[in-house]
């Protein structure tokens, strides 16, 4: 398996709905990453997990919470979200942990709608 | 300021034709770039990668070239397709400690029939 899968491929949900975002790798890959992408702009960086644990976390709302339950799976938990939240948010995942530059490969997307 | 600038923003062409895109960073030190083609709403896919010492690299129908001395880099796409239509992103790593990937805006290519 080569790929960074993705689920679900869309999701609209309401300001106090609770959801989760699913990322699952099998590539034996140590870290894993979560990107906020709007319309027409750059990837933006949210989460880093390496070797499982939180390394990096950029400033992100709290309302946002990952989880990396084993090393080929990384969720992304939203609760409370705001409109402008809505988003493509892409998963990826290198090789090696962070802390090592390595090429980041991405999932599809989730893209999700906040009512 | 570490910055990633891409031209032209957008840009259509007929099937068939060659394009060139181009990037310009401000990134240093300079571990490696990426091209990566994504289209609308799905996540982008890796068309290259070159670090300093490399000055071309080709996959298929895409050539990516690197001069590190100017801090440029160009994608040529020859015989465009119309799968081709998709925003192509030039992406710099810092360093190959760096997690952080520098994203360029992007290009948005539409190849008509």
């Known amino acids: 398996d080569t790929e960074v899968t993705q689920t679900p491929k869309h999701l609209v949900m309401g300001m106090t709905n609770k959801k989760s975002l699913k990322c699952e790798q099998h590539?034996?890959?140590?870290?894993m990453y979560w990107y906020k992408q709007k319309a027409k702009k750059p990837p933006e960086l949210m989460f880093v997990?390496?070797?499982?644990?939180?390394?990096i976390n950029e400033s992100v709302p709290s309302r946002f919470s990952p989880e990396c339950p084993n090393s080929s799976l990384l969720n992304l938990h939203l609760h409370a979200l705001q409109p402008e939240d809505s988003a493509l948010y892409l998963c990826?995942?290198?090789?090696?942990?962070?802390?090592?530059?390595?090429?980041?490969?991405f999932g599809p997307g989730t893209r999700l709608t906040v009512l | 300021k570490n910055q990633v600038e891409q031209s032209p923003q957008s840009l259509i062409i007929l099937e068939g034709k060659n394009c060139t895109l181009q990037c310009n960073y401000t990134v240093s030190p300079f571990s490696n770039l990426r091209w990566y083609k994504q289209d609308t709403g799905r996540g982008p896919v890796s068309l290259t990668i070159?670090?300093?010492?490399?000055n071309t690299k080709s996959n298929g129908r895409y050539t990516a070239t690197l001069d590190a001395d100017t801090k440029q880099s160009s994608l040529h796409i020859t015989a465009s397709q119309l799968s081709d239509s998709a925003s192509y992103i030039c992406v710099v790593s810092e360093t190959d400690s760096s997690y952080k990937l520098i994203f360029g805006s992007g290009t948005r290519l539409l190849v008509r029939p």
């Open positions: 997990y390496s070797y499982e644990k939180l390394s």
């Open positions: 070159m670090t300093f010492s490399e």
């Open positions: 990826a995942s290198s090789p090696r942990g962070h802390g090592y530059g390595n090429e980041q490969f």
């Open positions: 590539m034996g890959h140590r870290a």
